[in-house]
């Protein structure tokens, strides 16, 4: 479990114990009691980790500010081209099925999320 808390990695612990990493996951799925106290010491060494991260921002160090606050606060400062990417990709796949303009669909989902949508008409 030491390991776990080092470094909280299950191929850490394994190499630590000079082990298998399968064999590491074996005894985790035989042994829920074994695997709920991994997954403990994990969490601690993460919790350690997010301390060092923290104790980084505090210094100044701008990459470690991003990281910070792209992972604790996605909604304002997470990545969003990807999510408009597939939601794109989706919608244009859908319009193909339903034979309508991709653009059209977009719109209608936008006044959708808007609440302004009265009824959905399809151009012929």
């Given at each position: 479990?030491?390991?776990?808390?080092?470094?909280?990695?299950?191929?850490?612990?394994?190499?630590?114990?000079?082990?298998?990493?399968?064999?590491?996951?074996?005894?985790?799925?035989?042994?829920?009691?074994?695997?709920a106290a991994c997954l403990a010491a994990q969490d601690e060494g993460f919790d350690a980790v997010e301390d060092k991260l923290i104790d980084?921002?505090?210094?100044?160090?701008?990459?470690?500010?991003?990281?910070?606050?792209?992972?604790?606060?996605?909604?304002?400062?997470?990545?969003?081209?990807?999510?408009?990417?597939?939601?794109?990709?989706?919608?244009?796949?859908?319009?193909?099925?339903?034979?309508?303009?991709?653009?059209?669909?977009?719109?209608?989902?936008?006044?959708?999320?808007?609440?302004?949508?009265?009824?959905?008409?399809?151009?012929?």
């Amino acid at each position: 479990m030491d390991a776990l808390r080092e470094w909280p990695t299950f191929s850490h612990a394994a190499r630590k114990a000079r082990i298998a990493r399968s064999t590491l996951k074996a005894w985790r799925n035989e042994d829920p009691a074994f695997n709920a106290a991994c997954l403990a010491a994990q969490d601690e060494g993460f919790d350690a980790v997010e301390d060092k991260l923290i104790d980084r921002t505090k210094s100044g160090d701008t990459t470690a500010m991003i990281f910070l606050l792209k992972g604790r606060r996605r909604h304002q400062y997470g990545d969003r081209v990807d999510v408009n990417l597939q939601i794109r990709k989706k919608a244009e796949q859908l319009a193909d099925e339903l034979g309508i303009p991709a653009d059209d669909l977009i719109q209608e989902a936008e006044a959708i999320a808007a609440g302004a949508w009265d009824a959905w008409s399809p151009q012929p």
